[in-house]
């Protein structure tokens, strides 16, 4: 087990590059089997969640070619597949596993897969994938833990989903693009990470219109090709890095990333005190002296990401005043606010209302992360913390975060990843 170490008290200054997005890539990878022929990917971030999505298309029979120099793409090759079944040992680890379902129910007329439980920060069912899915003419039953999904051949349906889901939305888009005749997708995600799998599906010759907005129409097709595709820019990376450069009073230019992905994020920045500006070579962000406290609300694409929720309250634990941050999308994602607590902070918390008190300066302690944006949250409490903060259960930071403590050290901040003893 690894653990990150840090001292805290280093404004941050430098340059940073963003990797692909987790978000992005994942689904991709997953459209890939879809193809007849294979897909290509670049900017493949290199992450857990991406070792386990490539195991899991190879656990189905699909040929995955990785890079072995800089600029080559991954290139993944499912015409033949010699099993239907994502397994319970890999979607425990990944719930963006269920993202088979509707490749595999549109193209093979069958899918299992094992239902995801509860995790970190929510219930999570899937209950708006699997309801879809029936719309569409698939049977659906439970069994011994998995989900088997059945259709001889899916049809187009008008689906309306009663929450905004982004998995959700993705998966039966996969599905639609091979079912007979017209889908439409109501109460769709819109978030930049599904606009990306509606490119790339398109590029393997489906008809899907409308990604980016609440409707999505698809007509299906009899088959899809193979495409190459580069990964759109990680905005939930380049917003924790804004929110880095923000906290610790520092300057950071990130290089590549699009700001027009982030302006919910960018408005409460501002608000805050950081300065943002468009330069020749990026985005530079510059931290105010003392950041001032604002509130905020999650809400689904264009709002304020619940990706970035826990990242700000890390912010606000250090701010002048008091903020009230309301969290809509999970019932369970405020784990990191009783370990900002440890290091000294003061926040309160009434069911999806968490109240933080801006306090003069946290203290280095040793803390746990309960999942992937708690981790970075933890990391940015630590860069302005007195003293040494140890960060454990890492390998929720590894989930997402491509060399994460490599970027911040090259920013000037002291941190390093180290073993755990016991
Ligand atoms: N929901 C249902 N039923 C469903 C599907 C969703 O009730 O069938 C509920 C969920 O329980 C939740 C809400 O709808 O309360 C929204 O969930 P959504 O399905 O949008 O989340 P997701 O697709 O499972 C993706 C990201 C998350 C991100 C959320 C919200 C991926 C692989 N994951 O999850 O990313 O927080 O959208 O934007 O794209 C992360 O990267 O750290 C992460 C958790």
């Known amino acids: 087990m690894q653990k990150i170490?840090?001292?805290?008290?280093?404004?941050?200054?430098?340059?940073?590059?963003?990797?692909?997005?987790?978000?992005?890539?994942?689904?991709?990878?997953?459209?890939?089997?879809?193809?007849?022929?294979?897909?290509?990917?670049?900017?493949?971030?290199?992450?857990?969640?991406?070792?386990t999505t490539l195991a899991l298309?190879?656990?189905?029979?699909?040929?995955?070619?990785?890079p072995t120099k800089k600029n080559q793409p991954y290139t993944i090759e499912a015409q033949r597949l010699k099993h239907l079944e994502a397994p319970y040992d890999l979607v425990k680890t990944m719930r963006a596993s269920v993202l088979v379902m509707g490749p595999l129910l549109a193209k093979y007329g069958k899918a299992r897969v094992s239902l995801p439980g509860g995790c970190a920060i929510g219930a999570r069912p899937i209950n708006l994938h699997l309801k879809a899915f029936e719309q569409m003419g698939a049977k659906i039953h439970i069994e011994g833990g998995y989900v088997e999904a059945e259709a001889k051949k899916l049809h187009g349906a008008r689906v309306h989903f009663d929450t905004v889901t982004v998995t959700g939305t993705e998966n039966v888009m996969m599905a639609a693009v091979l079912a007979k005749g017209e889908t439409i997708?109501?109460?769709?995600a819109r978030e930049p990470e599904v606009i990306d799998l509606a490119n790339l599906l398109n590029k393997m010759g489906a008809h899907i219109v409308g990604a980016g907005t609440d409707t999505l129409t698809i007509q299906g097709v009899?088959?899809?090709?193979?495409?190459?595709?580069?990964?759109?820019?990680?905005?939930?990376?380049?917003?924790?890095?804004?929110?880095?450069?923000?906290?610790?009073?520092?300057?950071?230019?990130?290089?590549?990333?699009?700001?027009?992905?982030?302006?919910?994020?960018?408005?409460?920045?501002?608000?805050?005190?950081?300065?943002?500006?468009?330069?020749?070579?990026?985005?530079?962000?510059?931290?105010?002296?003392?950041?001032?406290?604002?509130?905020?609300?999650?809400?689904?694409?264009?709002?304020?990401?619940?990706?970035?929720?826990?990242?700000f309250m890390a912010m606000m634990t250090i701010a002048h005043g008091s903020s009230v941050i309301v969290e809509t999308i999970f019932e369970n994602r405020f784990m990191h606010a009783q370990?900002?607590?440890?290091?000294?902070?003061?926040?309160?918390?009434?069911?999806?209302?968490?109240?933080?008190?801006?306090?003069?300066?946290?203290?280095?302690?040793?803390?746990?992360?309960?999942?992937?944006?708690?981790?970075?949250?933890?990391?940015?409490?630590?860069?302005?913390?007195?003293?040494?903060?140890?960060?454990?259960?890492?390998?929720?930071?590894?989930?997402?975060?491509?060399?994460i403590e490599k970027k911040f050290r090259k920013l000037g901040a002291r941190i390093k990843r180290a073993q755990v003893k016991y």
């Open 5 to 51: 170490v840090m001292e805290g008290g280093h404004p941050l200054s430098g340059e940073v590059t963003i990797s692909g997005a987790k978000n992005s890539a994942l689904p991709l990878l997953f459209g890939a089997l879809l193809g007849e022929t294979a897909c290509h990917f670049h900017n493949i971030p290199k992450l857990r969640d991406i070792n």
């Open 57 to 66: 298309l190879e656990s189905l029979g699909a040929t995955v070619e990785r």
């Open 185 to 188: 997708l109501e109460n769709a």
């Open 222 to 311: 009899e088959s899809l090709n193979g495409a190459t595709h580069t990964v759109i820019p990680d905005r939930i990376e380049m917003g924790t890095f804004m929110i880095a450069a923000a906290m610790t009073g520092g300057s950071i230019l990130i290089r590549n990333g699009e700001l027009s992905l982030l302006e919910a994020l960018r408005v409460k920045l501002e608000e805050v005190g950081a300065k943002i500006k468009i330069e020749e070579k990026g985005l530079r962000v510059e931290g105010p002296k003392h950041v001032q406290a604002t509130d905020l609300t999650t809400a689904p694409f264009p709002g304020f990401a619940t990706d970035f929720q826990a990242q």
């Open 339 to 403: 370990e900002l607590v440890r290091m000294g902070a003061d926040i309160k918390i009434e069911g999806k209302t968490a109240i933080v008190k801006g306090v003069k300066k946290l203290s280095g302690a040793p803390v746990m992360a309960s999942d992937l944006r708690a981790s970075a949250a933890l990391i940015l409490a630590g860069l302005v913390a007195d003293g040494l903060t140890e960060v454990h259960r890492i390998y929720h930071l590894d989930r997402g975060y491509e060399e």
